[in-house]
């Protein structure tokens, strides 16, 4: 079978990305099964650019143009905030979707998308193609094999992006985390100087830390400590989006969710306590000696 994909939101560079994988364009990355068939976005001329490049026949005006023809919705606008608004009308039809990261800009809105999908049985995903990298899944596996200690993660992300502010970007740090520790964040301190933003996050299992600064260069890294193991890697990202879609499909195959709600949930939640906690800390003690 030949999943009919529509992309939803033609401004993010994932619009050309996943469309040249599902289209056959990227071989090396090419995974079979899917075919990007529609295209919706608010520019006109950036439509005409990710259909060409992404060879997409179909450039619509409204998504329920998109309605019968297509198997699955790729919702991937670079804000989140719209996330939710252009999501819901393919899952209250039945049409599985698949939520490019984040989720959504606000956790009530990933509740509301998430509650949605539960009621209408639809099928729903939405994670950072970084969860699915070699480097973040063999320390997933030293942690599920040995007692964690500590983990860190480090990549870039700006608090004050247009795009939502800082979920836009730090959510790769935020699900990262998630990938390997599991879900089971309890606390978030976060302290920022300028941009630059180290949070702590008390898990359940473990002490942790992530780390974002928009002068970093493009690069997301590891640390993970066990009673047994340290490890310590950049994440090699070349093929996460072929990861990505082998995933999506198997959601497609299987009729079944790929993730939990609470793994798609908490990284949005820990990225947003993270903006929480600097606005709370804002007032700073200084050292006197």
């Known amino acids: 079978m030949v999943y009919r994909i529509g992309i939803v939101g033609s401004d993010n560079s994932h619009a050309i ?19 990007a068939t529609h295209l919706f976005g608010f520019d006109e001329t950036r439509n005409r650019e990710v259909a060409e490049k992404g060879g997409i026949e179909n450039v619509v005006s409204d998504i329920n143009e998109m309605m019968g023809k297509i198997d699955i919705a790729f919702v991937v606008f670079r804000h989140g905030g719209l996330h939710l608004e252009y999501a819901r009308p393919f899952i209250e039809k039945g049409i599985p979707v698949f939520v490019d990261k984040p989720l959504a800009a606000t956790v009530e809105d ?15 995903t939405s994670f950072s193609t970084l969860r699915f990298t070699n480097t973040v899944q063999e320390l997933k596996k030293v942690f599920e094999s040995e007692e964690p200690v500590f983990l860190s993660v480090l990549g870039p992300g700006d ?11 730090g959510v790769h740090s935020a699900e990262i985390f998630n990938e390997v520790a599991g879900t089971g964040v309890r606390e978030v301190c976060a302290v920022a100087r300028g941009k630059n933003i180290t949070a702590t996050l008390i898990h359940e299992k ?9 002068e970093m260069p493009y690069v997301f890294s590891l640390e993970g ?17 072929k990861k990505g879609m082998i995933k999506i499909k198997e959601m497609l195959d299987k009729k079944q969710w790929i993730l939990s709600e609470e793994e798609m949930l908490e990284p949005v939640a820990v990225v947003k306590a993270i903006e929480e906690s600097i606005r709370e800390t804002l007032k700073k003690h200084v050292l006197k000696f």
């Open 206 to 214: 473990l002490i942790g830390t992530i780390k974002i600064a928009p």
């Open 225 to 241: 400590l066990t009673k047994k193991t340290h490890f310590s890697a950049k994440v090699d990202s070349k093929d996460c989006y």
């Open 159 to 169: 608090l004050e992006s247009e795009y939502g502010g800082l979920i836009f970007y």
């Open 110 to 124: 990933a509740k509301r998308l998430i509650e949605l999908a539960k009621e209408k049985q639809t099928l729903l």
């Open 17 to 35: 990305t996943f469309s040249q994988i599902a289209n056959g364009i990227d071989r090396e990355n090419y995974v079979p099964g899917f075919k």
